[in-house]
Nanobody
Framework: QVQLVESGGGLVQPGGSLRLSCAAS????????MGWYRQAPGKERELVADITSGGVTNYSDSVKGRFTISRDNAKNTVYLQMNSLNPEDTAVYYC?????????????WGQGTQVTVSS
């Protein structure tokens, strides 16, 4: 059984920073792409950023230059450093990973962590 556990969300003022972490655990053979999505109230879930096992990154236009995704393959962990936060970044942030276990490869999701940007 695979679990993704997120941490690091919270309340921050506009212009502030937060760092999200997501650790994968369980009977994992390998982790392919990992990423972060977010869902604001009344909106669809959207991709924020993702990163391949080799470290190639991709960002949505709305966060380019402000957010940085990284991963530690030895720890099965992906990070999202968020700088210059603004109220439009307020959302539940979800970790996603494409993971290979004995039965094959599947998509896994974390439980979500709330990020609120407000003064």
């Amino acid at each position: 059984q695979v679990q993704l556990v997120e941490s690091g969300g919270g309340l921050v003022q506009p212009g502030g920073s937060l760092r999200l972490s997501c650790a994968a655990s369980g009977s994992i053979f390998s982790i392919n792409a990992m990423g972060w999505y977010r869902q604001a109230p009344g909106k669809e879930r959207e991709l924020v950023a993702d990163i391949t096992s080799g470290g190639v990154t991709n960002y949505s236009d709305s966060v380019k230059g402000r957010f940085t995704i990284s991963r530690d393959n030895a720890k099965n962990t992906v990070y999202l450093q968020m700088n210059s936060l603004n109220p439009e970044d307020t959302a539940v942030y979800y970790c996603n990973a494409d993971i290979t276990v004995w039965a094959g490869t599947s998509d896994y999701w974390g439980q979500g962590t709330q990020v609120t940007v407000s003064s």
